[in-house]
């Protein structure tokens, strides 16, 4: 028999150098996709038994529990976040509440790549591959919005007010690697007001 | 560029954040009476499509948001958005009125229906 082990998409890259800002990928990661109506009150009910809380209505939100996050995804979509290690008893969990509603549970940790992006001018970085105004107040700490980033489709969560993590899709992560580490080379930094830097 | 707004989820965004999906309110014959579609009503719904100009109602998706359809009018001659509504719905009533050509001629039984209830 084969063993089963996890390699992270990007486990090939070297740290970066030389940016502006800090980037890492998060490779410990467990993730489990949620679909069902929110107008379901015996599934949301299920849900917030397995889960300890609501799965957040409003658009573009998420909640969070200990290390268990709800990310909305759609108006009958969410993302659930917590340790890998927890992911498939999770998602066996949910499944077996979920039993009796209409809705769908499948575990997507090895589905997506995680890209931790920390650091003063990550919204402007950030903005280079985007048409989203991500200085505007519409994304403060806890918002997730689903977005084009450099011409592919990304998760945008804003963990705090420098921190962002983009979620791609795991055969684009060495592209959006690729990406950052064009567009967040300390030369290249953009400063909205004032002098530029100069590019090297 | 065009700004889109997305009925469902609030979201507003630029075109490439969301996709054109082609006019509006075209009703597949199968799917009314399945035994007697004529060869020209199926011709009608594969092919013919209205090109006005002026208010126009045409379906779009938010690609990359919550990726619902929705429903929107814009005005093919200022580009400019007139209205979003839910996919399973009409435009708003004045939207209907002023509609013309093809446009008016299938709203016109829609805003009698709408009239008597």
Redo the contacts between chains.
């Keep these: 028999m084969s063993e089963l082990y996890v390699e992270s998409p990007l486990a090939h890259r070297e740290a970066p150098q030389g940016l502006s800002i800090e980037l890492r990928e998060i490779t410990d990661r467990g993730m489990i996709d949620v679909r069902g109506s929110a107008s379901d009150k015996k599934f949301m009910a299920a849900a917030k038994k397995v889960l300890g809380i609501d799965l957040p209505k409003a658009s573009r939100t998420s909640v969070s529990w200990g290390d268990v996050k709800a990310l909305w995804l759609s108006i009958d979509q969410w993302l659930i976040l917590c340790s890998r290690a927890k992911a498939v008893e999770l998602a066996a969990t949910l499944k077996t509440e979920l039993g009796g509603t209409h809705s769908l549970i499948v575990d997507v940790s090895d589905m997506r790549a995680v890209l931790r992006l920390e650091g003063e001018g990550v919204r402007e970085v950030l903005l280079k591959g985007s048409s989203l105004d991500l200085l505007s107040d519409d994304y403060t700490p806890g918002t997730v919005r689903r977005m084009r980033y450099a011409e592919i489709a990304a998760l945008l969560h804003v963990v705090e007010d420098t921190v962002f993590d983009v979620y791609v899709f795991r055969s684009y992560a060495d592209y959006a690697w690729d990406f950052i580490l064009a567009t967040a080379r300390a030369p290249a930094k953009v400063t909205l007001f004032g002098a530029q830097s100069t590019p090297i | 560029m065009l700004v889109v707004h997305c009925p ?4 507003e ?2 075109e ?2 969301f996709h054109g999906g082609g006019q509006a309110h075209v009703r597949r014959p199968a799917t009314h009476d399945p035994v007697n579609v004529s060869d020209e009503a199926q011709r009608d719904y594969l092919f013919i499509r209205h090109n006005p100009k002026g208010l126009h109602f045409e379906r779009w998706r938010c ?6 359809w929705f429903h929107a009018a814009r005005d093919t001659v200022t580009m400019e958005f007139k209205a979003f509504y839910g996919i399973t719905e009409l435009p708003p009533r004045e939207l209907m009125e002023q509609a013309t050509g093809e446009w008016a001629t299938y709203f016109k039984d829609k805003l009698k229906a709408e009239a008597k209830s």
Excluded: L, P
């Excluded at chain 2, 690609?63 to 619902?68: Q, S, T």
């Design positions: 469902v989820c609030g979201a965004g630029d490439t954040d690609d990359r948001g919550c990726g619902k």
